[in-house]
């Protein structure tokens, strides 16, 4: 298993919430197998937990930055209360994949991020989601949600997002070549029922 998966559920596994590795690394643990190098390590968690995530990644001494939109983070040392809608930037000690700079903006930094692949466990991002009753929701307005047992799966007892989402998510940006990629080796793995909820959700998002 790859150590940065096993160390972000060293560290996610006391947290009390529910919680599932996506992006990039949720196809890994799909294929069982790397597909290329990434970024970094996306974690889905919920709003309703927005609070505790923040409290409990500062309690295990991670810095925490609010993403704000236009190349800013907004620092949180837990007298800041989060905005809703926002997703998290976390780091711990040093990390070579992100610098920051003096904001003009008053409690605000200008953040550069490196896309040379992460290496070392000291970043993460937090991607807020929102849930109905037993469901998953991807997108209010058209109605797009998937039943939680079906859109969280598991790998070696780590909880990661079912491909189907993880692809729904990145083809929004379909003129990414690796998310392309990222399409072309997992959509033919999938499942009929899994290929069906995907297909359904492409024509809703994009008819």
């Not at 799909?30 to 937990?49: A, G, N």
């Not at 609010?66 to 800041?80: A, I, S």
């Not at 920051?100 to 970043?123: A, M, S």
């Not at 079906?150 to 379909?174: D, Q, T």
């Amino acid at each position: 298993m790859n150590h940065l998966l096993r160390s972000a559920n060293d560290l996610m596994k006391n947290a009390q919430i529910p919680w599932a590795i996506c992006g990039g690394f949720a196809l890994d643990l799909f294929l069982e197998k790397e597909l290329r190098i990434h970024s970094d390590i996306d974690i889905c968690v919920f709003e309703r937990d927005r609070e505790k995530i923040l409290q409990y990644m500062l309690q295990n001494n991670w810095h925490v930055l609010e993403f704000r939109g236009g190349g800013k983070v907004r620092p949180l040392d837990g007298t800041l209360s989060s905005e809703v809608g926002r997703n998290f930037m976390c780091t711990n000690g040093e990390c070579d994949i992100v610098k920051f700079y003096p904001c003009e903006e008053e409690g605000l930094l200008w953040y550069e991020f490196f896309h040379t692949g992460i290496k070392e466990f000291n970043y993460l991002e937090f991607l807020f989601n929102k849930t109905s009753g037993d469901y998953f929701v991807f997108d209010e307005k058209y109605d797009i949600k998937r039943e939680i047992s079906k859109a969280v799966l598991f790998s070696n007892g780590i909880p990661y997002l079912a491909p189907e989402i993880v692809l729904l998510f990145k083809a929004s940006r379909s003129e990414n070549a690796e998310y392309q990629y990222d399409f072309e080796q997992t959509y033919e793995h999938m499942d009929e029922e899994q290929k069906m909820w995907f297909c359904r959700s492409m024509d809703a998002l994009y008819p």
